[in-house]
């Protein structure tokens, strides 16, 4: 059976009730798009950075490591780990316009690990410089370090907890004046230092100079030769010598180059929560790792060189948050746009509705009058009419007035419950409601020979009246389509009231709930409209109810569900 249209089905929405549930569904894809992009951020650190400069690393180490090996001095392979170990986490603005800054929080780690995988020297952090005595003499030039952690001196470790904090704002560069050196073990202890401090803006990231502090160290029993060093000369002048040049803290921190060491050695023992409770609190914490051969000494060792990052800086939260922002901007407006489009359909729709049910109404109460007038008049020429003829026909106009009439009524009743305005909730007794109903119909039901049952009882609160109206078009087709010597069986409860019939034989239910549908032959005669269930439907949907039908070969149910 094809579907009707059924003009009357549904609330009415409004533009913003439209538009609030689109901009639902716009929220939900831009939470979508924004793990996405944290998503890819994680991937375009992965790939665009982590691993061209980690294999940048690797090469220079090697190169590095070679060159240091030839002097056979242990210190010289770490000086260069520290050095030559390096993590710049800037992102170049031809990938991410929007983004100028540097990875957070990193720390770039390399390790040597003999053929046991034991660490036997890293990059932890070191006070380096290079020191050049005579321009053209090797003898004693070179990269000279000093352990401050190993030394213990409190100023370096004041500076360099204060200036060179990892993934802080503020930094410092280094003029060594004055050491005590040791060129045989190539270290030295500073006893004289100039601090210029710096702070970095975290949008430009263009550096601006705070202020100078000068530190002046005890060597105390550090055995050495205490020089003095130039400064730097100006172009086109004439160097001096003793030179210290490129002066700084080299290497990554402490206590993260602890963690990893011990986590590499629990590589193998699983015991790597000193690692885990590090590195891993969070999970915007990006690691990398990279192992490559090397040989020191003619024995083959591994190089490894790991790095890490939080990948939530200034530039990738500002990329995420911009993206984030323009996606919604961008899904709201589609949202806004497909509300109003459909605003302006259904208002279309709404309209012809209106104009529908007023000709709809102004015809009922139209056809009404001379119905009643027709049905007067055949009613005056039956009283004086004498032949049976006359008599049969007259009766046939007065049963197709009435049918008119009935009709005309019951479509009036199905656009009053369109168009019922507030309700009025009362609290009453749905099984005192269904014999009240039931009532009306015991002499029908008496002549058809059909047995009616009520049983159970439920409490309910809402409009009465709608309610009623509901029940009696229930009642009513049950008593119309009940076959001759059946039952018709009611049944409420505090959720369900339940109206079944016994019929001849199956009905499809499909569209039975809608205006003027009468279902198959066995339910088309002229006592129906076919507008019963549909009022029903629609007084049960304004209470906020639902109605629920259903027939096997035997049974036809309704079930009213509140």
């Avoid at 993934?167 to 280094?174: D, H, I, K, N, T």
């Avoid at 339940?498 to 499809?508: G, H, M």
């Amino acid at each position: 059976m094809k579907k009707r249209n059924n003009i009357h089905a549904g609330k009415r929405e409004s533009f913003w009730k439209i538009f609030g549930r689109s901009s639902i569904a716009a929220i939900i894809l831009t939470a979508l798009f924004c793990l996405f992009l944290r998503e890819f951020v994680s991937f375009f650190i992965y790939d665009m950075i982590f691993s061209p400069m980690i294999n940048e690393n690797i090469s220079h180490l090697q190169s590095r490591i070679s060159l240091a090996d030839s002097t056979d001095r242990e210190e010289e392979i770490q000086a260069q780990l520290c050095r030559y170990t390096f993590f710049e986490g800037g992102i170049e603005q031809n990938w991410f316009p929007t983004i100028t800054s540097s990875l957070d929080g990193n720390t770039a780690f390399s390790a040597i690990l003999d053929k046991n995988d034991k660490v036997v020297m890293d990059n932890r952090v070191m006070f380096l410089s290079d020191l050049i005595f005579e321009k053209g003499k090797e003898a004693g030039n070179g990269t000279y370090r000093c352990d401050f952690n190993g030394m213990d001196i409190p100023e370096l470790k004041e500076i360099y907890k204060e200036y060179y904090n990892p993934g802080g704002y503020r930094g410092a560069w280094v003029k060594l004046n004055s050491a005590v050196v040791n060129k045989e073990t190539k270290e030295f202890y500073p006893t004289e230092l100039e601090v210029h401090v710096y702070r970095i803006d975290k949008k430009s990231y263009l550096s601006v100079e705070e202020f100078t502090k000068t530190y002046t160290p005890d060597p105390g029993d550090f055995e050495g030769e205490l020089i003095e060093f130039a400064g730097l000369s100006e172009k086109g002048a004439k160097e001096k010598y003793p030179v210290a040049a490129i002066t700084g803290f080299w290497g990554a921190d402490e206590e993260a180059v602890k963690a990893i060491d011990d986590f590499i050695a629990g590589e193998t023992t699983d015991d790597t929560s000193q690692y885990n409770s590090y590195f891993q609190e969070s999970s915007d914490k990006l690691s990398y790792q990279r192992r490559s051969t090397i040989y020191i000494g003619g024995e083959e060792h591994t190089l490894e060189v790991r790095f890490f990052a939080d990948k939530w800086s200034y530039g990738t939260k500002k990329f995420v948050i911009l993206g984030t922002v323009c996606a919604f901007c961008v899904l709201m407006l589609i949202a806004f746009l497909r509300s109003w489009r459909k605003n302006v359909i259904n208002k279309a729709r709404y309209a012809f509705e209106d104009y529908q049910k007023s000709l709809t109404n102004n015809l009922a109460h139209d056809i009404k009058t001379p119905l009643a007038a027709i049905g007067g008049y055949a009613e005056n020429l039956l009283e004086e009419c004498g032949s049976e003829k006359e008599r049969k026909y007259l009766t046939a106009i007065m049963e197709n007035v009435s049918y008119t009439d009935s009709l005309v009524s019951r479509t009036l009743e199905l656009n009053r419950s369109f168009d019922a305005g507030k309700l009025s909730p009362t609290e009453f007794s749905v099984r005192e409601l269904a014999e009240e109903t039931a009532e009306k119909y015991m002499v029908r039901l008496e002549e058809q020979d059909t047995e009616l049952h009520i049983d159970g009882d439920g409490q309910l609160r809402t409009d009465r009246d709608m309610f009623l109206t509901a029940v009696e078009n229930l009642i009513s087709n049950a008593v119309k389509y009940t076959r001759p010597g059946g039952r018709i069986d009611i049944k409420a409860d505090g959720k369900h009231l339940t109206v079944t019939n016994d019929v001849a034989a199956k009905v499809d239910t499909t569209d039975l709930t809608m205006p003027f549908v009468k279902g198959d032959k066995a339910r088309s005669d002229r006592s129906s409209g076919g507008l019963g269930l549909s009022i029903a439907k629609q007084s049960l949907g304004r209470l906020g109810y639902s109605l629920d039908i259903s027939c096997t070969d035997t049974k036809f149910t309704a079930r009213i569900k509140y």
